[in-house]
C-alpha cells in the first residue's frame, strides 16, 4: 500500500494542498501537477473506490493519511518538487528519523535550484542529454529553436547537486547513449 500511495501523485497533492477544503476541479489538478485530466478523474474515482479519499455532501475532500506522513513536509517538499519520485518520498519518509535534517538535505542536494540532468525524448527514444541550473528555463530555450518539442518531451534523469551535474551527465550519456 505504501508504495501505491507514494506512487500516486493525485493522492500526494489532495493530501497536500486540499485536504477539509472544497474539491478541487479536476482540470485545475490537472494542470497544477502537470497530468491529464482524465488521469486525474480516473485516479481520483480509484481513491474513492479504495476509500483513500471521501467527499461529503457539501464537496469538502477528506483524504485519508494512511501513511501518517507529515502533511508539512510533504507540501513544502511538493511546492519546490512537483515530480520528485516514489522512492525519494520514501527515504524521507520512511527511512529517515529526522525529516527537518531530511528537509536540509534535500534542499542542498536538489530542491534548492533546479539542478538536474535531463533528457529530451522523442519518437520513444532519448535524443538528447544535458544538465542545467534552471529547468524551466532550459526547456524553454529548447523549444524556442525546435518548435516541435514540448515539455512533455523533457523528462529528469536525476537531480543532483551543483558540483555534480557534469559528472551525472557524462555517466547518463554513457549510459543511455542519446542519438
Known sequence: MRDILLKNNVYLFLLAFYNNQTMVNFVELAKVIGISRQTVSNKVKKLLSDKFIKINDDNILFVENSLDL????????????????????????????????????????????????????????????????????????????????????????????????????????KILQPE
Open 70 to 173: 507529515d502533511v508539512d513536509l510533504l507540501r513544502k517538499i511538493l511546492e519546490k518538487t512537483p515530480d520528485i519520485s516514489a522512492a525519494q518520498l520514501e527515504d524521507i519518509f520512511f527511512n529517515n528519523k529526522d525529516n527537518k535534517e531530511v528537509l536540509v538535505n534535500i534542499e542542498d542536494d536538489f530542491l534548492g535550484e533546479d539542478r538536474v540532468v535531463y533528457g529530451i525524448i522523442s519518437e520513444g527514444v532519448i535524443k538528447y542529454i544535458g544538465s542545467t541550473k534552471e529547468y524551466e528555463e532550459r526547456i524553454k530555450q529548447h523549444i524556442r529553436k525546435r518548435t516541435f518539442l514540448t515539455s512533455n518531451n523533457f523528462i529528469v534523469l536525476k537531480y543532483v547537486k551543483a558540483q555534480d551535474r557534469f559528472n551525472y551527465e557524462k555517466q547518463l550519456i
